[in-house]
């Protein structure tokens, strides 16, 4: 039984008290509650907070599926009324009590008894409200009335107000107090450090109820977390005291301060007490804050950290909590996150259009975890034919709302006075893919500079949406966050989506053109977006408010097409996929001299916008089992070895030229360093080995430490390679696959087999006489244009682009032997892929799989392949629907796999049992 919330319950902590329990409610979807005066009479439900109004089951059902998203249970987009009774001691009579709600969505109004109190509509921010006027010693009714309607046009893409990641809630999470501090205390205090002058300095505000205050006395004394040194310690003494003016002094710190990186995030804290001497007598009060020493800054296209160059090695999170669809207000949660960062060698997190609660900041302080925050704002379109999903995303330009704009200046005002103090603190955007009144933009910039110098700024990430900015840094910023640069009027990326189906590989690409003209640090936006199959495995986690409806559809999808066995396989191979092609993506920016950083998109899933399930992680940051941290953090850490080499397949007439670098943004410069190498087979059997001259790689800088040139004439076989180098004095290493075929090879076609661009007389009766037929079609009816990578971030949101996702064969299988492969697509199959068709294989047998498979999107799952056997009548045909005799001439991959097709043709084991409905050859007729 539910103890009523009339009796009171109070849980006192030193001068705070959790409101935290069972709370009186009603919802109000008519907006009635206020005209009524519902603050003058006890609600009728009941209600449990910290938490939201769906957790607690109250909203409308939901029964729509949505296959854009995970699916809400129930939604409730309204007026919600939360109330409780609380008791006011009379000890406090001359206290200042505040109540706080760290965090809410959207706008809060508050009621003491029947006096309306104010209202606050923050979404970055706690809700802070002074009660002193309002309540009297005695029991005392607290009535919130929480509106999650839209109160400024931002539309739903942004990550603080969007059912794509963080739905649009309502209710009060995280801390729920009220506050009882004396009657002159201590408001605010920032520490701004200034470690090459070993000094700190700082402003404390002084609250004061009582109006004038004849002296007022202030003690500091600052200690390292964890350290043994003595702390430090400051005294201050005001004779009058102007209480609208924050009182600064400075705090010398020891001449080895401990200072914050990622690498050794020391952490130091300040305790400030007050004295002060008023007509009502003496009050006393302290506070203790944390924060860092620690200077960042900007030099041509470095960041500095400390004097030292740094490199963002970044992800998004765009807030990403399916359980209980809001974010984490506890410190361990966002200390498990960023560990497994880490872990994967990140050191940066972008907050993509929302600003995570103060318990994030605790974290990455604590981890060396740097961290952009971005004003709630991210306008998909302001022209209503742009508008992708809903019309409601239509939101006016920059500029054309002045109640829009003053709320954005207040909320970067109430960001930066509520997590300042925080070393991991360090990038501060406008926005995301802003249009509009850049110079307003420009005012925001320019007065977060003078009002907070901790921090760097930039107008907005990836402007280049904005033709009138011309793809490049607005005035004032001081870094710039893009994907695209413009070069002699044509745009460039500083991706890959563009590049990888047209550009033959290799690891030679960097961004330094892109570079060009910008002499500001650049972080290359929103990297990666390499979709991996859905893991319907993962369905069972979601136990909370958030359903994955839209993975049930595609995973039923898939079995209506007979292919439910395959999604681990489908999982893994695209995922494989999706790894090399992140892999790249990072290597690119880690090749580029003097770069900024890459903020990747994303590691792991986004599960809005289309579901974008783009991530190594899903998006309970688990792993999906594709690539380990170990591995990739060899390629994504703070030191890494990096290849350059002009393609990734040989023959063996080529000798292997490789020129190696370490990017090394570690912790100290390597000195006296030995790169090994060897070359492995596929089974890593050594084949060759050797070492490289010692070097020394100074600390934030790309060193070139030689090169490798090996003769390829030994391999006289299609062979996969590995190229192993390794950092003895780091324990790390770096695999780089490379192929290698043989020249001459010579591909003979026994008279017993045909090779042919159709069904035609001939071929069938060739087939008539239980002859053998290659096919290679030559026709596109029931063809589908497939392409080397795999989805860009999805087919929902982008649906213009191909729809494969990779291939999937059995390596084993003998129409291979003599074609090394993996499982799944890699680089070698590129010549063979990017603009290539798949056969539609729809009413082919339940059973019947091709040798290689193409993986189609899941919103459609078609049965598809590039490589088939089957039986037809008298005869047997292997269908590739590659070109292999029009490239084989000029290309020696495609005159492998042609060589091993008909190697495994003219075999006994030749011999397709299954046969295909008359359909599908009619395709090829």
Same mark, same amino acid.
């Given at each position: 039984m539910i103890q009523s919330l009339k009796e009171v319950k109070m849980v006192d902590s030193g001068f705070t008290i959790s409101l935290a329990g069972k709370w009186h409610f009603a919802l109000d979807p008519q907006n009635i509650g206020e005209k009524n005066q519902w603050f003058h009479r006890a609600l009728d439900g009941e209600i449990v907070l910290p938490g939201s109004v769906e957790e607690n089951g109250y909203g409308d059902k939901v029964n729509i599926p949505d296959m854009l998203r995970l699916n809400r249970q129930y939604r409730y987009i309204g007026l919600a009324w939360y109330q409780r009774d609380v008791e006011i001691s009379k000890d406090w009579n001359a206290k200042y009590i505040t109540l706080f709600l760290e965090r809410c969505l959207w706008e809060t109004r508050v009621w003491i008894n029947d006096q309306f109190v104010g209202r606050r509509d923050s979404l970055s921010t706690p809700h802070e409200y002074d009660l002193n006027r309002f309540v009297t010693p005695g029991r005392c009714r607290i009535t919130i009335c929480v509106d999650n309607t839209e109160k400024y046009r931002i539309g739903t893409w942004g990550h603080s107000y969007s059912d794509d990641m963080q739905t649009i809630w309502n209710g009060i999470i995280g801390r729920i107090e009220l506050r009882v501090q004396e009657e002159?205390?201590?408001?605010?205090?920032?520490?701004?450090?200034?470690?090459?002058?070993?000094?700190?300095?700082?402003?404390?505000?002084?609250?004061?109820?009582?109006?004038?205050?004849?002296?007022?006395c202030l003690s500091a004394r600052v200690w390292a977390v964890g350290k043994e040194a003595p702390a430090l310690t400051q005294s201050i003494h005001y004779k009058l005291f102007n209480e609208m003016e924050p009182i600064e002094f400075e705090i010398p710190m020891e001449d080895e301060s401990w200072l914050w990186d990622?690498?050794? /995030?020391?952490?130091?804290?300040?305790?400030?007490?007050?004295?002060?001497?008023?007509?009502?007598?003496?009050?006393?009060?302290?506070?203790?804050?944390?924060?860092?020493?620690?200077?960042?800054?900007?030099?041509?296209?470095?960041?500095?950290?400390?004097?030292?160059?740094?490199?963002? %090695?970044?992800?998004?999170?765009?807030?990403?909590?399916?359980?209980?669809?809001?974010?984490?207000?506890?410190?361990?949660?966002?200390?498990?996150?960023?560990?497994?960062?880490?872990?994967?060698?990140?050191?940066?997190?972008? &907050?993509?259009?929302?600003?995570?609660?103060?318990?994030?900041?605790? *974290?990455?302080?604590?981890?060396?975890?740097?961290?952009?925050?971005?004003?709630?704002?991210?306008?998909?379109?302001?022209?209503?034919?742009?508008?992708?999903?809903?019309?409601?995303?239509?939101?006016? /330009?920059?500029?054309?709302?002045?109640?829009?704009?003053?709320?954005?200046?207040?909320?970067?005002?109430?960001?930066?006075?509520?997590?300042?103090?925080?070393?991991?603190?360090?990038?501060?955007?406008?926005?995301?893919?802003?249009?509009?009144?850049?110079?307003?933009?420009?005012?925001?910039?320019?007065?977060?500079?003078?009002?907070?110098?901790?921090?760097?700024?930039?107008?907005?990430?990836?402007?280049?949406?904005?033709?009138?900015?011309?793809?490049?840094?607005?005035?004032?910023?001081?870094?710039?966050?893009?994907?695209?640069?413009?070069?002699?009027?044509?745009?460039?990326? %500083?991706?890959?989506?563009?590049?990888?189906?047209?550009?033959?590989?290799?690891?030679?690409?960097?961004y330094r053109q892109q570079q060009e003209g910008i002499d500001m640090p650049i972080l290359s936006h929103e990297v990666g977006q390499w979709m991996v199959y859905p893991n319907f495995e993962e369905m069972k986690k979601y136990t909370g408010v958030l359903k994955p409806v839209n993975f049930q559809f595609f995973k039923e999808s898939l079995e209506s097409k007979d292919m439910g066995e395959q999604a681990k396989?489908?999982?893994?191979?695209?995922?494989?996929?999706?790894?090399?092609?992140?892999?790249?993506?990072?290597?690119?920016?880690?090749?580029?001299?003097?770069?900024?950083?890459?903020?990747?998109?994303?590691?792991?899933? &986004?599960?809005?916008?289309?579901?974008?399930?783009?991530?190594?992680?899903?998006?309970?940051?688990?792993?999906?089992?594709?690539?380990?941290?170990?591995?990739?953090?060899?390629?994504?850490?703070?030191?890494?070895?990096?290849?350059?080499?002009?393609?990734?397949?040989?023959?063996?007439?080529?000798?292997?030229?490789?020129?190696?670098?370490? *990017?090394?943004?570690?912790?100290?410069?390597?000195?006296?360093?030995?790169?090994?190498?060897?070359?492995?087979?596929?089974?890593?059997?050594?084949?060759?080995?050797?070492?490289?001259?010692?070097i020394v790689a100074p600390r934030g800088q790309l060193t070139i430490a030689g090169n490798?040139?090996?003769?390829?004439?030994?391999?006289?076989?299609?062979?996969?390679?590995?190229?192993?180098?390794?950092?003895?004095?780091?324990?790390?290493?770096?695999?780089?696959?490379?192929?290698?075929?043989?020249?001459?090879?010579?591909?003979?076609? /026994?008279?017993?087999?045909?090779?042919?661009?159709?069904?035609?007389?001939?071929?069938?009766?060739?087939?008539?006489?239980?002859?053998?037929?290659?096919?290679?079609?030559?026709?596109?009816?029931?063809?589908? *244009?497939?392409?080397?990578?795999?989805?860009?971030?999805?087919?929902?949101?982008?649906?213009?682009?191909?729809?494969?996702?990779?291939?999937?064969?059995?390596?084993?299988?003998?129409?291979? *032997?003599?074609?090394?492969?993996?499982?799944?697509?890699?680089?070698?199959?590129?010549?063979l892929l990017h603009d290539a068709k798949a056969a539609v294989l729809n009413d082919t047998p339940i059973d019947f799989r091709p040798i290689v498979q193409v993986i189609d999107h899941p919103l459609r799952n078609n049965k598809e392949g590039i490589l088939f056997e089957a039986k037809k009548g008298q005869g047997t045909l292997l269908v590739c629907t590659v070109p292999l005799t029009k490239k084989a001439d000029k290309n020696f991959v495609a005159r492998q796999l042609l060589y091993s097709l008909i190697t495994y043709m003219n075999n006994s084991g030749f011999a397709p049992e299954k046969e295909l409905p008359a359909n599908i050859w009619a395709n090829f007729q």
């Open positions: 002159v205390f201590l408001q605010d205090i920032q520490v701004y450090p200034f470690p090459t002058a070993k000094k700190a300095r700082v402003a404390v505000k002084i609250g004061n109820t009582l109006g004038s205050i004849e002296e007022i990622e690498f050794n /995030p020391n952490m130091y804290q300040i305790q400030v007490k007050l004295h002060a001497n008023s007509e009502q007598g003496c009050h006393e009060d302290e506070k203790t804050v944390a924060f860092g020493m620690r200077n960042f800054d900007i030099e041509g296209s470095r960041f500095l950290l400390n004097g030292l160059p740094v490199f963002f %090695r970044g992800t998004l999170d765009c807030g990403s909590f399916p359980i209980t669809g809001y974010p984490a207000m506890d410190i361990e949660s966002w200390r498990r996150i960023y560990r497994i960062g880490k872990d994967y060698g990140l050191n940066h997190f972008r &907050y993509h259009s929302w600003c995570p609660p103060e318990a994030a900041f605790i *974290a990455a302080d604590e981890l060396g975890i740097f961290l952009q925050v971005e004003l709630p704002f991210f306008p998909l379109t302001n022209n209503p034919s742009e508008v992708i999903f809903s019309p409601h995303d239509c939101v006016p /330009p920059l500029g054309s709302d002045p109640e829009r704009e003053q709320f954005f200046q207040e909320e970067l005002e109430r960001i930066l006075d509520e997590y300042g103090n925080h070393p991991s603190f360090v990038l501060m955007c406008m926005g995301n893919e802003l249009k509009g009144d850049y110079d307003f933009l420009a005012g925001m910039v320019e007065h977060g500079k003078q009002k907070d110098g901790r921090h760097l700024y930039t107008s907005c990430s990836n402007n280049s949406v904005d033709p009138s900015v011309e793809i490049r840094p607005y005035p004032g910023d001081q870094y710039y966050v893009a994907h695209a640069a413009l070069i002699d009027n044509v745009r460039s990326d %500083r991706r890959c989506e563009n590049r990888f189906n047209v550009e033959r590989p290799e690891t030679m690409s960097d396989d489908f999982v893994n191979a695209s995922g494989k996929l999706a790894a090399l092609l992140y892999r790249e993506e990072i290597e690119r920016s880690l090749r580029t001299p003097n770069y900024g950083g890459f903020q990747l998109l994303d590691i792991h899933d &986004y599960h809005g916008q289309g579901s974008s399930t783009i991530g190594m992680l899903d998006a309970f940051w688990d792993s999906k089992g594709l690539i380990g941290a170990e591995e990739f953090r060899n390629f994504c850490g703070p030191v890494v070895i990096l290849v350059r080499m002009q393609q990734r397949v040989w023959s063996n007439r080529e000798t292997l030229l490789a020129e190696i670098s370490i *990017a090394n943004y570690g912790n100290r410069t390597l000195t006296d360093e030995t790169i090994v190498w060897r070359i492995l087979d596929s089974n890593r059997h050594p084949l060759n080995h050797g070492k490289l001259p010692k490798i040139s090996v003769a390829l004439s030994p391999i006289l076989k299609a062979e996969k390679l590995i190229l192993e180098l390794g950092l003895e004095s780091l324990k790390i290493s770096n695999c780089n696959e490379f192929w290698v075929y043989p020249d001459n090879l010579q591909v003979d076609i /026994p008279p017993e087999i045909k090779i042919s661009g159709r069904l035609d007389q001939e071929a069938e009766a060739h087939l008539a006489k239980g002859g053998k037929i290659l096919l290679l079609p030559e026709t596109d009816q029931e063809m589908e *244009a497939i392409g080397f990578t795999t989805v860009f971030w999805n087919t929902q949101l982008f649906k213009n682009q191909k729809k494969s996702m990779g291939i999937f064969c059995d390596p084993h299988h003998p129409a291979l *032997a003599d074609f090394p492969t993996d499982y799944h697509t890699n680089w070698q199959w590129w010549d």
